[in-house]
């Protein structure tokens, strides 16, 4: 089981912007798929970002150009930028490790954009 932590969440005012981290228990290279996804109240989870152990990324429509995930192989942490953040953006963002042994889930983190 790989252990996630996330940070970085918070309140900003609309506009603003955030940094999330996700930091991995293990070698994140090991792990085939790390991803950000965000549930809001009332609402089902989703796919925000997420980037392959080669570097390669998708986005939600929603937040293409204005988020961007990236990934330190050194300090097996992935982070999600985020910029002119919306109301709509507000929500408990969770980070996700796909594994080919399993999927394992942080506890989240509360990103909360005042309008």
């Known amino acids: 089981q790989v252990q996630l932590v996330e940070s970085g969440g918070g309140l900003v005012q609309a506009g603003g912007s955030l940094r999330l981290s996700c930091a991995a228990s293990?070698?994140?290279?090991?792990?085939?798929?790390m991803g950000w996804y965000r549930q809001a109240p009332g609402k089902q989870r989703e796919l925000v970002a997420r980037?392959?152990?080669?570097?390669?990324?998708n986005y939600a429509d929603s937040v293409k150009g204005r988020f961007t995930i990236s990934r330190d192989n050194t300090k097996n942490t992935v982070y999600l930028q985020m910029n002119s953040l919306k109301p709509e953006d507000t929500a408990v963002y969770y980070c996700?490790?796909?594994?080919?042994?399993?999927?394992?889930w942080g506890r989240g983190t509360q990103v909360t954009v005042s309008s």
């Open positions: 996700n490790a796909d594994s080919s042994w399993a999927t394992d």
């Open positions: 293990i070698r994140i290279l090991a792990i085939n798929v």
């Open positions: 980037i392959t152990s080669a570097g390669n990324t």
